[in-house]
């Protein structure tokens, strides 16, 4: 059975959520993680930093380092790049998790928002895979995995929040353009999104409680993660997977433990229709 042992992955976005969730499924086959995010100091307002999501993983089976990490900043993502080949010897996946979200119309966006989103989710997830490149080309099943949704340009993704969907779909052009790019080097790079909301932080600041109740637990995104970074690299590329379907075709159909209230009824996530839709 392939697992990720001695796999060293870079993940933005790590210090909670689902990018914590991807860090401990890998850290549970023994793989290396490197824990990047802006939370180096506590936040009254959200859980955890990468210092302990560093520890979570460590706990957990996996070696861990935590850098500090604003993927605003080109400078600070090579910095960090280098100090995690430093550590490990090398970079075997790159999981763009780190996301900026606002949902307002066009009217309702200040620039400070929009800016922040397009530099956060678009430029960061670009500039961070062009960083890991030199990397990922030496290793031996080379994995570049977004958290974005389907390319669909049907106007009912855009019109609610076009200044987040414009930041969002520009990571999904990234694996669009990037698997094209990078297939004859065998560099894979896919998309992974969720069919439901997840229980995020993040949620709980748009929603509060009662919507956190309809969602599923960021373990689902991290189970069907961790079955696309075990694929092929030189076959498995330029897709926009959703987190039931890639469970599903590894024979997992029982979601009800993902549920963050057994029973409750599932709020489907942006971009995607509802199962059976």
């Known amino acids: 059975m392939r697992t990720l042992k001695g796999k060293t992955l870079f993940i933005t976005g790590a210090s909670r959520g689902i990018g914590k969730a991807i860090g401990l499924a890998a850290a549970r086959d023994g793989a290396n993680v490197v824990v990047t995010g802006k939370s180096a100091a506590p936040n009254p307002k959200l859980p955890g930093t990468i210092q302990s999501a560093a520890e979570e993983i460590e706990r957990a089976g996996g070696r861990a380092l935590a850098l500090a990490l604003d993927v605003r900043d080109e400078e600070q993502i090579r910095v960090a790049v280098e100090a995690a080949v430093d550590r490990f010897g090398g970079i075997d996946v790159l999981v763009n998790n780190a996301s900026a979200i606002f949902l307002a119309g066009t009217a309702e966006t200040p620039p400070k928002r929009y800016d922040l989103m397009q530099q956060v989710n678009a430029r960061g997830t670009f500039f961070a895979s062009q960083a890991c490149l030199p990397h990922l080309a030496r290793a031996e099943n080379p994995h570049i995995l977004n958290l974005s949704p389907p390319l669909d340009m049907r106007a009912q993704w855009f019109a609610p929040h076009l200044a987040y969907t414009m930041a969002k779909f520009g990571m999904s052009m990234c694996v669009l353009g990037m698997a094209e790019e990078l297939r004859e080097r065998g560099i894979a790079v ?61 024979g997992v159909t029982d979601l009800s433990r993902y549920a963050a209230v057994p029973g409750g009824e599932l709020v489907p996530d942006l971009f995607v229709e509802p199962a059976g839709g």
């Open 190 to 250: 896919n998309a992974l999104w969720p069919r439901t909301i997840i229980d995020t932080a993040a949620l709980n600041l748009l929603g509060g409680d009662e919507l956190a109740r309809r969602a599923r637990r960021p373990e689902i995104v991290a189970d069907a993660a961790r079955c696309v970074l075990l694929r092929e690299a030189r076959t498995c590329t330029g897709n926009f997977f959703i987190d039931d379907e890639v469970l599903a075709s590894e």
